[in-house]
Nanobody, 125 residues
Framework: QVQLMESGGGSVQTGGSLTLSCAAS????????MGWFRQAPGMAREGIGI???????TYAGSAKGRFSISRDNAKNTLSLQISSLRPEDTAMYYC???????????????????WGPGTAVTVSA
């Protein structure tokens, strides 16, 4: 079973950039759909985007243009690049694995069985 650990969060100013990483250990990362999600204080968890094992990505409408997801199956890592950060991007960011799919990844968090503990991003005005 795969275990996930996010890193790279922190405090940044509006307009800045961050790259979040998700390190996977155990078995299954290279054959799983992976997703990035976030949850702002007092808000529901929302999807940012997903990536299949070949690197094909799908982004939520609100994430298009400023978010970029990539993966390195040889290194068991998943990345999320965020540019032009805004205060409304303040949230806990999570990576997750859907071990049941390698392609045609589903975008709903409901289908992702394995989650990391999250990494916090705070964007100040």
């Amino acid at each position: 079973q795969v275990q996930l650990m996010e890193s790279g969060g922190g405090s940044v100013q509006t307009g800045g950039s961050l790259t979040l990483s998700c390190a996977a250990s155990g078995y299954g990362f290279s054959s799983a759909c992976m997703g990035w999600f976030r949850q702002a204080p007092g808000m529901a968890r929302e999807g940012i985007g997903i990536i299949d094992i070949a690197g094909t990505t799908t982004y939520a409408g609100s994430a298009k243009g400023r978010f970029s997801i990539s993966r390195d199956n040889a290194k068991n890592t998943l990345s999320l690049q965020i540019s032009s950060l805004r205060p409304e991007d303040t949230a806990m960011y999570y990576c997750a694995a859907d071990l049941g799919r390698a392609y045609t990844c589903r975008t709903s968090a409901f289908y992702y069985q394995t989650w990391g503990p999250g990494t916090a991003v705070t964007v100040s005005a």
